[in-house]
């Protein structure tokens, strides 16, 4: 079995130290899904949302969280993103906004978890600006669809 590299000797948890690591261009791409009902997405589209204009808002949550996600995640490695993004895509269904988050950096150590940060901050904050117009919705299915270094 592989040595998990976040515990010490003693089985403690601990921040894996990649100092020894060069510096890498790096990026990651996420994904995930807000379910929502027509009305809503109609709603959205039609900047009818009370809060305000809700793809614009979650898209600065998201670039906002990916940025702290060194802050938030106890084990991760606090990163100096050099890009990131959040697109929305509405599918022919109309039951869901698909969330995609890139992030980009050089640096010894990957940036998938600021990537998954986008999105699910993204979904929550979608979630948060149309819980008045839908008790339904789920947020569901984020994964991270890739990661690469050069």
Do not use: W
Not at 45 to 66: M, P, S, T, W
């Amino acid at each position: 079995m592989k040595k998990f590299s976040h515990l010490n000797a003693s089985g403690e948890v601990k921040m894996v130290d990649v100092s020894a690591k060069p510096p890498v261009q790096r990026e990651a791409v996420a994904r995930g899904v807000i379910l929502l009902q027509e009305s809503t997405l109609a709603a959205i589209e039609q900047d009818q949302v009370a809060k305000g204009n809700v793809l614009a808002c979650a898209r600065v949550a998201g670039i906002l969280a990916a940025k702290k996600t060194g802050e938030l995640i106890p084990l991760c490695h606090p990163l100096n993103l050099t890009h990131c993004s959040v697109e929305f895509e509405i599918p022919p269904s109309r039951d869901r906004v698909v969330i995609t988050a890139s992030a980009r950096i050089t640096a010894a150590t990957g940036v998938e978890m600021e990537a998954l940060t986008a999105v699910s901050v993204a979904a929550l904050t979608l979630y948060d600006m149309c819980k008045a117009l839908d008790k339904a919705m789920r947020i569901t299915d984020i994964v991270l669809v890739s990661k690469s270094k050069k």
